[in-house]
């Protein structure tokens, strides 16, 4: 019975995510998934409680196929590379999903509510910090995810709506403008990144610096300019 149960409600899903790639406005409704199915309506009420429990679900199992799309691409070993690869993976998956996208992303509240769209934004920040981590993160973390995220989201809705390719010139330009907007360039390091007098230089200026505020620099600015005199007088 417990298979049976199991079988019948992956129908269902699997019955109303059809039904969602096929509608235009992104809207089904219990009849529809039921007479689809072959199922009477108190049975999908037995599953997901309403319609609304019906289409959390769904949003749940398409945030899960993503999560294990993206997550299957693996590293290059150059974030800038694996960040290309994720953002042409997430508008690839929105073209192609556009009434599960639209569920997914573009009805407030219900693609936040469920743990792997939560994972999916995990994964994100994740990203952020590794590129923070290295150097090259012009954002704080959270700040750059939420900045590609929404560039990311906006373009697919843009490619949905005009009908365009992942591959579109406007989502490759988008992409590498919030790329130049967040990620900055790799460090490359000589034997002897500072001379002596430099040296020397930046730890008289560092020495002379008060420890609390500067008048003329916001807090996260003092904090940098100690950064990177510690790090030139080391």
């Known amino acids: 019975m417990a298979t049976e149960n199991k079988q019948t409600r992956h129908r269902i899903m699997e019955v109303a995510a059809e039904l969602l790639a096929a509608s235009t406005s992104g809207q089904i409704s219990t009849r529809e998934v039921c007479d689809a199915a072959g199922v009477r309506p108190p049975t999908l009420y037995h599953h997901f409680g309403d319609k609304d429990g019906l289409l959390q679900a769904v949003v749940t199992d398409g945030f899960e196929r993503y999560l294990a799309r993206k997550r299957s691409l693996g590293t290059t070993g150059d974030l800038a590379q694996d960040f290309r690869r994720g953002w042409d993976m997430h508008v690839e998956f929105g073209v192609t999903n556009a009434a599960l996208y639209h569920v ?11 743990p792997a769209a939560e994972a ?6 994740a990203m952020m910090r590794e590129l923070d981590d290295a150097g090259r993160l012009r954002l704080p973390a959270e700040v750059a995810a939420g900045v590609v995220e929404a560039a990311a ?16 010139p ?3 330009l988008v ?60």
């Open 175 to 234: 992409r590498d403008t919030v790329a130049g907007a967040v990620i900055g360039p790799a460090r490359t390091y000589t034997a002897s990144p500072t001379t002596p007098p430099l040296q020397q230089a930046a730890a008289r200026l560092s020495a002379e610096l008060p420890h609390g505020p500067i008048g003329a620099l916001r807090a996260s600015e003092t904090a940098l300019l100690h950064e990177w005199l510690a790090e030139l007088a080391d």
């Open 153 to 168: 989201v906006g373009v697919t809705f843009q490619l949905i709506r005009t009908g365009g390719v992942a591959d579109d």
């Open 104 to 114: 997914m992303y573009g009805q407030p509240g219900r693609g936040r509510m469920t």
């Open 120 to 125: 999916a934004h995990a994964d994100l920040v």
């Open 170 to 172: 406007v989502c490759v």
